[in-house]
């Protein structure tokens, strides 16, 4: 393992000079990086509600949105019959959904801070790229429940980003750069990376009441969705990826080869995330 070593008050002229940075994807337009198998952004146990999660890209993303308050948080809405939360062994955060005891209520999101989320409705015309690693623990039984949103509200013409569990953009996009899964839980389980990229909003985008980075078995932080009820799967959160390509001059291709690499050596015989452990989803019907 390399060594860092940080000198204070040296400033250097040669701006063609390499940045080192916490972590081969980061950029000058990094906004989000959650990984839970980084030095830096390890769970030290399941997160309760209100718990703030450690942003790795947190010193570029306080420069670009002026705050230094960047850090996602966790919110829940669950009873131990609905939802069982608990770290892998490979510390993941896995969460496994009821098929039965499911309700409206129950809910298990990470979301944007207020900051980056009036950042976003700042730069609507921007370009984002985005990226979730997760393991699909239990098939999800429906294709349209939301893994992640920025939106108006969960039906809006109005948004983003709007994913749904099968990979696929949701609503009438306008603004797609490029999309990727390796995996659709509705029909399989296991390991998966999902990538998107935007070249500006969809529609007038003037509020973001939804914010969620990821969504564990398809109930978004806010508003009801029947469509996942007792539908949705069950998942390991890895790490979760969000960059303003504008500002970063990067392409939706550059960013996803150095992603794709990244997520193929993490997931690789020797990698962080290989022959990860958890609890079987069947434990909690």
């Known amino acids: 393992m390399g060594n860092q070593i940080t000198l204070s008050d040296v400033v250097f002229s040669d701006s063609t000079l390499p940045v080192l940075r916490d972590d081969p994807l980061l950029s000058s337009g990094s906004l989000v990086l959650v990984d839970v198998g980084h030095s830096k952004g390890r769970l030290s146990g399941v997160p309760s509600n209100g718990t703030l999660v450690n942003n790795i890209a947190g010193s570029i993303a306080s420069g670009l949105v002026g705050s230094a308050s960047v850090s996602p948080d966790i919110l829940t809405g669950f009873t131990s019959s609905a939802m069982v939360p608990e770290l ?3 510390g993941g955060l896995h969460v496994i959904k009821s098929k039965v005891n499911d309700t409206n209520a129950t809910r298990f999101t990470l979301r ?4 980056i989320k009036a950042y976003l409705l700042d730069n ?3 370009g984002y790229y985005f990226s979730m690693w997760q393991q699909f623990t239990r098939k999800f039984d429906a ?6 949103i920025f939106g108006e509200s969960a039906y809006s ?3 983003l980003m709007n994913l749904g569990s099968s990979g696929a953009v949701q609503g009438a996009a306008t603004n797609v750069l490029g999309q990727a899964t390796t995996l659709n839980p509705f029909v399989a389980a296991g390991p998966a990376k999902l990538q998107l ?9 003037t509020s973001l009441a939804y914010t969620d980075l990821f969504i564990f ?9 029947d469509a996942a009820l007792k539908k949705g799967g069950s998942q390991i959160m890895y790490r979760v990826y969000l960059e303003d390509l504008t500002v970063s001059g990067r392409t939706y291709a550059e960013v996803k080869t150095l992603d794709d690499a990244l997520y193929a050596a993490a997931f690789a015989p020797g990698g962080k995330f290989y022959g990860d452990t958890f609890t079987d989803p069947s434990t909690l019907p």
């Open 217 to 225: 078995g398809g109930v978004p932080s806010v508003g009801v969705m």
């Open 197 to 205: 990229a935007v070249s500006k909003a969809t529609g007038a985008l």
């Open 112 to 115: 944007l801070p207020a900051a």
């Open 124 to 126: 609507p015309t921007h």
């Open 88 to 90: 892998s062994g490979k």
């Open 143 to 148: 294709n349209n429940a939301p893994l992640m």
């Open 157 to 159: 013409v109005n948004f």
